[in-house]
């Protein structure tokens, strides 16, 4: 199993406040993403990153920012969160030249 | 915009009938993966199908991939309630790329 761990697991915090999400890696993999999963949505691409300082957004990247300065570390931030970003965050890696992708365990953020 | 639907959204069954999903798209796909996920746990990776037509096996699992590469469906033979779970598809169009994935289907499996 990829080593992929994610930080904090669970969040409440409230309007306006700026939150990070931590996605770590063991495995030195080149690619990393971020998702949001929401009922009847499956998941959907946030940002994701090719390397070190590399990134580009996903499909719903609007209120999200990342950062990616060593290559086990992934970012998600939320610079003033809304409740619309109420939702669970996965972290995924990719091995370099793979098309599997393997997700670590999500991050439950409420926003009240 | 690539879009991927799966049907159907919701299966409740009992054990040992056997079910299909589907994953359709108009768009052509390099290659097509099907996850499960657990409550609370990531989605984990069950298969990857890379060429038109391709069929894989895992147990009592039968993945298809369509001729076309825009279609796949996941076929299990005497459903368990050990199967039951969140089921997704994704596609990508290039090796390392973008994941589409589809809404899911919610698996329900009744001793």
């Known amino acids: 199993d990829a080593g992929i761990t994610q930080s904090p697991r669970h969040k409440v915090t409230e309007t306006g406040t700026p939150v990070t999400l931590r996605c770590h890696q063991t495995?030195?993999?080149?690619?990393m993403y971020w998702y949001r999963q929401d009922p009847g949505h499956g998941l959907r691409l946030i940002h994701y990153?090719?390397?070190?300082?590399?990134?580009d957004k996903g499909e719903v990247s609007d209120g999200y920012s990342v950062s990616r300065s060593k290559t086990e570390d992934f970012l998600l931030t939320l610079e003033s969160a809304t409740s619309s970003q109420t939702s669970v965050y996965f972290c995924?890696?990719?091995?370099?030249?793979?098309?599997?992708?393997?997700f670590g365990p999500g991050t439950r953020l409420t926003v009240t | 915009t690539q879009l991927l639907e799966q049907s159907p959204q919701f299966l409740s069954i009992q054990e040992g009938e056997n079910l299909t999903v589907y994953c359709n798209s108009s768009s052509v796909f390099s290659s097509l993966q099907w996850y499960r996920q657990e409550p609370g746990e990531g989605p984990v990776l069950l298969v990857t199908?890379?060429?038109?037509?391709e069929v894989k096996k895992l147990k009592r699992l039968t993945f298809q991939f369509g001729d076309a590469r825009k279609d796949s469906s996941l076929h299990i033979t005497a459903a368990q309630p050990g199967d039951t779970g969140l089921y997704l598809c994704a596609g990508t169009y290039n090796q390392g790329g973008k994941l589409i994935f589809g809404q899911g289907t919610e698996l329900s499996v009744k001793p």
């Open positions: 990153s090719y390397g070190v300082k590399d990134t």
């Open positions: 495995e030195n993999h080149r690619y």
């Open positions: 995924a890696i990719s091995f370099s030249g793979s098309y599997e992708q393997y």
């Open positions: 199908v890379v060429t038109g037509g």
